[in-house]
């Protein structure tokens, strides 16, 4: 059985790929990435690596593909199509099964991001290819890339509300999608979240405890917190994708209590302390 994954030079493919690794063996897993020259150290260890961009989706990258894990793409706005060209090339290369990483409960949410991949899920149904998807929550890193500014100000801003994270790291969904990639079967539908839930306020607490330093969450409207995340400089189009997501969030749109992931991985999810205590050692 061959294995590939494709956006294999992100940062969840990188997690991914020593796992299934570990579990099939190198001669068995293909690498696909637009630019070969980043995984040569992959290549180096049996790993087959090739070239593949979803903007030219080259059904020959594809050959002998039993199992595809379908990383989904970064360039908003461009992913529909993007993922679209690749199931088209998965079928014409007669790949057994694609698994992609969909969104949390992507038919009903209400977070923008949802429509490419509502778009991605109808295009794989419409395929006819036997497909798996790991409908995935929210990283815990998502949370914890920029600490520091947050701690010097004591405070933490959003549109969350008291609305629950369910967020679960990166590993614990780069696990998932190898354990549902080798052992899962066609129709599987996972809800991947993390076991414990939490508030904004909870986890501005948990950085207070852990930084030892006056730190609160302070709730914004959402066009607030958009102006505010325009204000130090992120573009506009990704400021208001953060703040619809974080609005969105008040309606527990990133909450899941399934328990999914844990149980597909067979441990429990990493809670987001241990998150916010790697990124501030
Ligand atoms: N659940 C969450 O919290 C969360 C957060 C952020 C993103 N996501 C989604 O989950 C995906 C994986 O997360 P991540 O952290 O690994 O993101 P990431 O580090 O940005 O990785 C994205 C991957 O997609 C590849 N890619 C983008 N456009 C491509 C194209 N046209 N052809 C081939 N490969 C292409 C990139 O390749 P290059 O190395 O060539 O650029 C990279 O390998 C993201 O792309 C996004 O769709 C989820």
Redesign the pocket.
Known sequence: MIYAV????????QLVLPELVAQVGAANVVAL???PA?LADLAATGVTVRA????AADPAALAGVDRLLL?????VGK?SA?HQAVIDAAKAAGVGLIAY?SILHAPTSTIGLAGEHRDTEAALAASGVPHILLR????NE?YTGSLAPSIEHGAIIGAAGEGRISSAS?AD?AAGAVAALVSGAAGDVYELAGDESYTMAEFAGHVARIAGKPVAYVNMTQAEYAAALKGVGLPDWLADMLANSSYATSHDQLFDDSRSLSRLVGRPTTPIAVTIAVALA
């Not at 494709?6 to 493919?13: D, E, K, P, R």
């Open positions: 494709a956006g294999a030079s992100g940062q969840l493919g990435v637009r630019n980043k593949f961009d979803y903007d990383i989904s793409a970064n360039e992913r993007q990483t995935n929550g929210w990283y998502n990166r969904l």
